[in-house]
């Protein structure tokens, strides 16, 4: 068993999962890293993670369905026997456009990755966790995104929508779990350099989209990471329910 609290994040090989990875392992937490495809990737953010003083461990597995969660959380109690905090990064945009012309399947791939996948990802932390069932508590942080609030209009209206679930999940589960001595949060990154964006069709759109933000300038990864271990902090141990947005004023 880890003397060390330990940290499960889903999507954990790039963006704001592997940037809250390495920053959670430099706070002095271990880690497992879930990752769908990019073994490379992840094996880069275990070593970051090694360096930091960590033990970690990278998980392959599509979290969107129960098997994939299994898989994550059996290879986590595996390496740790102790589970302190799920983070439920995992995430796609699909490729952007008008909702008339989305292609359905990408729709669906969305919807199910980003809320079925969080909710059983959710589910199988909260199993371990929960007081009732032997657990110790601790903290689950949900992504939700900026886009709920401005609806991804000629974007991604169906991304938007998922993350609004997301808002929705969180403020629920916080209230099903506090007696079980589980907080349950959620960060909304605004428009953050990352490479989500390549992969949704749009390499420059931090660059191009600035101009939008009151702030004057997209954010990094490691910002949202920072915001990600205050909530899991002893520092927000009155927070619970919360949806904090990380978006430069937008």
């Known amino acids: 068993m880890s003397n060390r609290p330990v940290m499960l994040i889903t999507g954990g090989s790039r963006g704001i999962g592997a940037a809250t990875a390495i920053?959670?392992?430099?706070?002095?937490y271990d880690l497992v890293v879930n990752y769908a495809g990019n073994a490379e990737a992840a094996g880069a953010v275990v070593a970051a993670c090694e360096a930091a003083g960590a033990k970690a461990v990278a998980v392959q597995a599509d979290v969107a369905d129960q098997?994939?969660?299994?898989?994550?959380?059996?290879?986590?109690?595996?390496?740790?026997?102790?589970?302190?905090?799920?983070?439920?990064?995992?995430g796609r945009t699909g490729l952007a456009s008008t909702l008339a012309e989305a292609d359905p399947e990408d729709i669906a791939k969305t919807v199910t990755l980003n809320v079925t996948g969080a909710l059983l990802t959710a589910r199988e932390g909260a199993r371990r966790m929960m007081k009732s069932r032997g657990g110790s508590g601790g903290h689950i942080i949900n992504l939700s995104s900026a886009a709920?609030?401005?609806?991804?209009?000629?974007?991604?209206?169906?991304?938007?929508?998922?993350k609004g679930a997301i808002d929705v999940m969180t403020l629920g589960l916080s209230k099903e779990l506090a007696g079980e001595g589980i907080h349950v949060n959620a960060?909304?990154?605004?428009?953050?350099?990352?490479?989500?964006?390549?992969?949704?069709?749009?390499?420059?759109r931090v660059e191009k989209m600035s101009g939008l933000i009151p702030m004057g300038r997209g954010g990094s990864a490691e910002?949202?990471?920072d915001t990600?271990?205050?909530?899991?902090?002893?520092?927000?141990?009155?927070?619970?329910?919360?949806?904090?947005k990380v978006a430069g004023g937008r």
Do not use: C, M
């Open 228 to 244: 990600i271990l205050y909530l899991v902090s002893d520092q927000a141990s009155y927070v619970t329910g919360t949806v904090l």
């Open 67 to 90: 098997t994939g969660n299994e898989a994550v959380f059996a290879a986590a109690d595996a390496a740790f026997d102790r589970l302190d905090v799920v983070v439920t990064n995992a």
């Open 23 to 28: 920053k959670a392992a430099q706070a002095g």
């Open 148 to 162: 709920v609030w401005i609806g991804s209009p000629n974007e991604f209206v169906w991304y938007a929508t998922s």
């Open 187 to 204: 960060v909304a990154p605004g428009l953050i350099d990352t490479d989500i964006h390549a992969s949704a069709g749009k390499p420059d």
């Open 223 to 225: 910002e949202v990471a």
